[in-house]
């Protein structure tokens, strides 16, 4: 790995074992690792993303799940693709309930339940519903229950919109306290390219310090795409300055939650820290 990537080994271990120790989990799916080419739900990619957060239940970790796909779903139930706002906006409607059908489907063959729930800008920004969102949340965490949390992209026009769950996932993981965040994605986590094109592009194994380092090498291997890396390592990034460790990794990759909880070097760790970055 080039040199300018690196960090203090020591650094990034303690981080991977603070995620490892982690008791309150998000886990944030896109909507790639749960639909095929076709934009249908792939039964397979969600059975294995409730089977890796059944690995972490088993643990004993409280595990709150923030999914995309409703859109992409509703694309792959209706059979077309919206072209404009209120057709995506229709399109997540259908989606969302039958995403949360499967979710429910697949949660009980570990007699697990599972709440949803569907959030605005609105509800990040104003005190009393935060309040209200958190309460909700530890109520379900108390009895059990996992909450999966995706935008209402029903209501959510431009002035509500919280934009991509990247973002949402960060907001709520710093808002209610928990311990990590983990991002899943259809690549193996912060690369030193584009890995989808340059064969030669390496895996950064830990963000912290050299933070602004593996920013610009961000800004000039990837594309500024909705819900593309760069929003994924802005979440974790503000997840980590809040002194809550993150991990990008990948979807695919087998036992993934299971191997961050035995603090397995998988994906790219974001150091927590707590105010000012001095590099
Ligand atoms: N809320 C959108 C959906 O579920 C996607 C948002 C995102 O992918 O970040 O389809």
Do not use: C
Request: no cysteine; aromatic share 4%.
């Amino acid at each position: 790995m080039s040199k300018t990537t690196e960090i203090e080994p020591e650094e990034a271990e303690k981080a991977r074992q603070l995620a490892a120790d982690a008791e309150r989990v998000i886990v944030k799916a896109g909507t790639n690792s749960l639909t095929d080419d076709e934009s249908n739900l792939d039964d397979g990619k969600l059975d294995k993303l409730v089977d890796d957060i059944a690995d972490l239940l088993e643990r004993d970790k409280d595990v709150i799940l923030v999914s995309s796909g409703s859109i992409g779903a509703g694309v792959g139930r209706i059979g077309y693709t919206g072209e404009t706002v209120e057709e995506s906006q229709a399109l997540s409607t259908v989606g969302q309930s039958h995403l949360m059908r499967r979710y429910t489907e697949s949660f009980e063959r570990y007699d697990q339940k599972v709440a949803q729930l569907l959030l605005t800008q609105h509800d990040l920004e104003n005190p009393e519903r935060f309040t209200n969102l958190r309460n909700t949340i530890e109520t379900l965490l108390e009895w059990d229950v996992v909450p999966i949390i995706n935008e209402n992209d029903a209501v959510a026009t431009e002035e509500i919109q919280i934009g991509d769950n990247d973002m949402l996932s960060s907001s709520v993981a710093i808002g209610i306290d928990v311990d990590l965040l983990v991002t899943l994605t259809d690549v193996g986590g912060v690369y030193t390219g584009n890995p989808k094109e340059d064969p030669e592009a390496e895996r950064i194994d830990a963000v912290g310090r050299n933070y602004d380092k593996v920013q610009a090498i961000i800004d000039e291997s990837s594309s500024s795409q909705f819900g593309g890396i760069q929003t994924k390592v802005q979440g974790a990034r503000d997840a980590s300055e809040h002194g809550i460790p993150a991990i990008i990794a990948r979807s695919t990759e087998d036992d993934i939650l299971e191997k961050i909880a035995a603090a397995k070097p998988v994906g790219t760790v974001f150091v927590p820290i707590n105010g000012v970055i001095d590099d």
